[in-house]
């Protein structure tokens, strides 16, 4: 790694992060190894998170929703008054791309932490970006990029282009306001949807158009300037593993990128850097066809998620970059002293549901396990055991990043650290990331982003009913818990040597035995474990299983038939989740006590998958619907997710209004006939 030369450049002394969760970590402890003091700000939600702790201060800025804590740019500056900081840094999201936020910063005397203000505009506007590269001589993707935001004009002009078309919104980022239109039919609908969202994202209704390329590569360059006229580029990153136009998996150096390509398309973001003026870290991202051409999509004017992997191939420090530069430093490097070594993966942990369409998952983290960091295996996260995942941000839990000389290497760890990767509390996607780095078309390089809907059979099996391991552990847990609990019941008793406290389940004339029943998502089913002198004969839906073991610490450490396996049974009121090595499964015990007197459900009922606001009604009371139609549009961490009608039937009544902020299981309509339930 080369060593940055700090001593022609006077640091800050302190500075103030304008963000949360790992991004804020990052950089705080990047500043903390250069000798700078930090300060965090935090809304209600975060109060105890991590970046908190970690910062040297610490000020409360607003109610948890983004638009009244982290995107109040007055509230950020009175902050940095009141902290006698020299600098903001803005992280990613939130401030980070907004012009009038780096332009009070200025005004205020405080140093912005990412490029210059015209910058900023120059590339806030996908629209005025695409005339700026096209004078640059970047390729760019056919497309209306106008002011004009006229339904009619638009759905002309992507008649014009020809279909499938993409909508995005100027604006926006992150696959927010955008939409594949696949037909001009569909065309005013996704066009509605795109320009509601862009608005609510971004406070920008405005669109581009661009032709939709069937099997596109979305390959990004890092790219890194000064204020004294240099700059380079560190390399590519293939990020074509994507679901909702987001990103999931990237990877450094882009599969079967040639050296030709790969100086076109560096030469190309750099030139795209200098026509703007720009300084400090950005990204600009490309569309790369099959024939080997290129297409300018946007530039991103800060630091991205997917850094790691540039970081992780170059051995340099992007966040010790972004302050050097900012300081008024030189480029450590020059474009000839960087390098590519071996290969890195990033994989995005999410708190997420991939088979409800990715639908984010609410909730707090019981239990949470991470593979041992090392030299190969990096974890960037912002939250910890305990924390929660809340609906005001984006559900990410945190960044695995893995190194190994070759791809080949560095994908057998990246399958490894997943596999050892415990989530418990939330629903998360790691089970889907192992998936898809398990696929042979993965493990080939054979990448666009229409990997995911093309493996999509692959990708998302169908639910498999608890194997016969998964319910010996459960039942070995619950044994071993009960019979745990009652030698502290004896040791804390008068007569510990008393009948009362065996667990032996001793009955007279009969096999000394229990029966067990679990709920497995909506079958029962029930195990009866025998008390043998060795352990518990199980009588499972597989046949009979010698099972015994003991606990250590949060481990279960069980010899099933002979097999010795570690897992993990975190339990939750009546749930658990046994986790082994590359998957989890969740069982409910069933406790005929807990569930007395409770009643059945009454149909015709649609409930709130998440929490959420909803956006839309798109039915009245009266309207017949069929099973598939939408009814409801609800925004959630940023986010519009369509409501539809599990069956046919016909709407009675609806609960809420437009604006109305809802929790999860909230009834957000009745239906006339029991024949639609929610």
């Given at each position: 790694?080369?060593?940055?030369?700090?001593?022609?450049?006077?640091?800050f002394?302190?500075?103030?992060?304008a963000?949360?969760?790992?991004?804020?970590?990052?950089?705080?402890?990047?500043?903390?190894?250069?000798?700078?003091r930090?300060?965090?700000?935090?809304?209600?939600?975060d109060e105890?998170?991590l970046?908190?702790t970690?910062?040297?201060?610490?000020f409360?800025?607003?109610?948890?929703?983004?638009?009244?804590?982290?995107?109040?740019?007055?509230?950020?500056?009175?902050v940095a008054?009141?902290?006698?900081s020299?600098?903001?840094?803005?992280?990613?999201?939130?401030?980070?791309?907004?012009?009038?936020?780096?332009?009070?910063c200025?005004?205020?005397?405080?140093?912005?932490?990412?490029?210059?203000?015209?910058?900023?505009r120059?590339?806030?506007?996908?629209?005025?970006a695409?005339?700026i590269?096209?004078?640059?001589?970047?390729?760019?993707?056919?497309?209306?990029?106008g002011?004009?935001?006229?339904?009619?004009?638009?759905?002309?002009a992507?008649?014009?282009?020809g279909?499938p078309?993409?909508?995005?919104?100027?604006?926006?980022?992150?696959?927010?306001?955008?939409r594949?239109?696949?037909?001009?039919?569909?065309?005013?609908?996704?066009?509605?949807?795109?320009?509601?969202?862009?608005?609510?994202?971004f406070?920008?209704?405005?669109?581009?158009?661009?032709?939709y390329?069937?099997?596109?590569?979305?390959v990004?360059?890092?790219?890194?300037?000064?204020?004294?006229?240099?700059?380079?580029?560190?390399?590519?990153?293939?990020?074509?593993?994507?679901?909702?136009?987001?990103?999931?998996?990237?990877?450094?150096p882009?599969?079967?990128m040639?050296?030709?390509?790969?100086?076109?398309?560096?030469?190309?973001?750099?030139?795209?850097?200098?026509?703007?003026g720009?300084?400090?870290?950005?990204?600009?991202e490309f569309?790369?066809?099959?024939?080997?051409?290129?297409?300018?999509?946007?530039?991103?004017?800060?630091?991205?998620?997917?850094?790691?992997?540039?970081?992780?191939i170059?051995?340099?420090?992007?966040?010790?970059?972004?302050?050097?530069v900012?300081a008024?430093?030189?480029?450590?490097?020059?474009?000839?002293?960087?390098?590519?070594?071996?290969h890195a993966?990033?994989?995005?942990?999410y708190?997420?549901?991939?088979s409800?369409?990715?639908?984010?998952?609410?909730?707090?983290?019981?239990?949470?396990?991470?593979?041992?960091?090392?030299?190969?295996?990096?974890?960037?996260?912002?939250?910890?055991?305990?924390d929660?995942v809340?609906?005001?941000?984006?559900?990410?839990?945190a960044?695995?990043?893995?190194?190994?000389?070759?791809?080949?290497?560095?994908?057998?760890?990246?399958?490894?650290?997943?596999?050892e990767?415990?989530?418990?509390?939330?629903?998360?996607?790691?089970?889907?990331?192992?998936?898809?780095?398990?696929h042979?078309?993965?493990?080939?390089?054979?990448?666009?982003t229409?990997f995911?809907e093309?493996?999509?059979?692959?990708?998302f099996?169908?639910?498999?009913?608890?194997?016969?391991?998964?319910?010996?552990l459960?039942?070995?847990?619950?044994?071993?818990c009960?019979?745990?609990e009652?030698?502290?019941?004896a040791?804390?008793?008068?007569?510990?040597?008393?009948?009362?406290?065996?667990?032996?389940?001793?009955?007279?004339?009969?096999?000394?035995?229990?029966?067990?029943?679990?709920?497995?998502?909506?079958?029962?089913?029930c195990?009866?474990?025998?008390y043998?002198?060795?352990?518990?004969?199980?009588d499972?839906?597989?046949?009979?299983?010698l099972a015994?073991?003991?606990?250590?610490?949060?481990d279960?450490?069980?010899?099933?038939?002979?097999?010795?396996?570690?897992?993990?049974v975190?339990?939750?009121g009546?749930?658990?989740?046994?986790?082994?090595?590359?998957?989890?499964?969740?069982?409910?015990?069933?406790d005929?006590?807990?569930?007395?007197?409770?009643?059945?459900?009454?149909?015709?009922r649609l409930?709130?998958?998440?929490?959420g606001?909803?956006?839309?009604?798109?039915?009245?009371?009266?309207?017949?619907?069929?099973?598939?139609?939408p009814?409801?549009?609800?925004?959630?961490?940023?986010?519009?997710?369509?409501?539809?009608a599990p069956?046919?039937?016909v709407?009675?009544?609806?609960?809420?209004?437009?604006g109305?902020v809802?929790?999860?299981?909230a009834?957000?309509?009745?239906?006339?006939s029991?024949e639609?339930?929610?």
């Amino acid at each position: 790694m080369l060593k940055i030369n700090h001593k022609e450049t006077d640091m800050f002394d302190k500075i103030l992060i304008a963000n949360r969760g790992e991004i804020a970590c990052r950089v705080i402890r990047t500043a903390r190894k250069l000798g700078i003091r930090t300060v965090a700000v935090y809304s209600d939600a975060d109060e105890g998170a991590l970046h908190v702790t970690l910062a040297d201060e610490a000020f409360h800025i607003g109610p948890a929703p983004a638009r009244e804590s982290y995107l109040r740019a007055e509230a950020i500056l009175e902050v940095a008054a009141r902290s006698n900081s020299q600098a903001i840094h803005p992280g990613y999201g939130f401030l980070s791309e907004n012009a009038e936020f780096a332009e009070a910063c200025g005004k205020a005397g405080i140093v912005f932490i990412g490029p210059p203000v015209a910058a900023i505009r120059a590339m806030g506007s996908k629209s005025a970006a695409k005339r700026i590269m096209e004078e640059a001589a970047v390729p760019l993707v056919p497309g209306y990029h106008g002011e004009d935001q006229d339904p009619a004009l638009l759905q002309g002009a992507a008649d014009r282009v020809g279909y499938p078309v993409l909508i995005k919104a100027t604006a926006g980022g992150g696959g927010k306001g955008m939409r594949v239109v696949r037909d001009a039919p569909s065309f005013a609908d996704a066009l509605a949807a795109a320009k509601r969202e862009a608005l609510s994202g971004f406070g920008d209704d405005r669109v581009l158009l661009e032709k939709y390329l069937t099997r596109p590569r979305h390959v990004e360059i890092q790219v890194f300037a000064d204020a004294r006229g240099n700059a380079v580029h560190l390399f590519e990153r293939d990020c074509s593993i994507q679901r909702r136009h987001q990103k999931v998996l990237e990877e450094a150096p882009a599969p079967g990128m040639d050296e030709g390509l790969r100086m076109k398309m560096g030469d190309a973001a750099v030139a795209a850097a200098r026509a703007i003026g720009y300084v400090g870290a950005g990204t600009v991202e490309f569309l790369l066809d099959e024939d080997g051409s290129f297409y300018f999509m946007e530039m991103n004017t800060r630091l991205q998620v997917e850094h790691p992997v540039t970081e992780m191939i170059t051995g340099q420090d992007l966040v010790e970059w972004q302050l050097l530069v900012a300081a008024g430093g030189e480029l450590p490097c020059c474009q000839a002293d960087l390098a590519i070594g071996g290969h890195a993966i990033e994989a995005r942990i999410y708190a997420e549901d991939p088979s409800r369409d990715f639908l984010p998952s609410i909730g707090d983290l019981t239990h949470l396990r991470t593979p041992q960091e090392s030299a190969h295996v990096r974890i960037d996260t912002g939250v910890r055991q305990g924390d929660g995942v809340s609906i005001h941000y984006d559900p990410m839990i945190a960044k695995l990043i893995v190194w190994d000389a070759t791809r080949a290497g560095a994908l057998r760890r990246l399958r490894a650290a997943l596999a050892e990767y415990q989530v418990v509390g939330v629903t998360t996607n790691i089970g889907f990331l192992a998936a898809v780095a398990s696929h042979p078309a993965f493990a080939a390089g054979d990448l666009d982003t229409g990997f995911i809907e093309r493996h999509r059979a692959a990708l998302f099996p169908e639910a498999v009913p608890a194997t016969d391991q998964v319910l010996a552990l459960a039942c070995l847990d619950v044994l071993l818990c009960r019979a745990a609990e009652a030698e502290r019941a004896a040791a804390g008793s008068g007569d510990r040597w008393s009948p009362w406290h065996l667990t032996t389940g001793w009955q007279m004339n009969s096999d000394s035995h229990q029966v067990l029943t679990f709920g497995d998502n909506e079958s029962a089913v029930c195990v009866t474990a025998h008390y043998r002198p060795s352990g518990y004969l199980l009588d499972l839906p597989g046949g009979q299983l010698l099972a015994r073991g003991r606990l250590d610490g949060d481990d279960l450490l069980a010899d099933l038939g002979g097999a010795r396996i570690r897992a993990t049974v975190v339990r939750h009121g009546c749930d658990l989740t046994i986790v082994t090595h590359g998957g989890s499964h969740r069982l409910t015990l069933h406790d005929p006590l807990a569930h007395a007197g409770e009643e059945e459900v009454e149909g015709g009922r649609l409930t709130a998958p998440m929490p959420g606001k909803i956006v839309a009604l798109l039915v009245e009371p009266g309207t017949r619907v069929e099973r598939g139609a939408p009814l409801v549009i609800l925004e959630a961490m940023k986010m519009e997710h369509t409501i539809t009608a599990p069956r046919d039937g016909v709407v009675a009544e609806i609960h809420f209004a437009a604006g109305a902020v809802v929790n999860e299981g909230a009834e957000l309509l009745a239906f006339a006939s029991d024949e639609v339930s929610g």
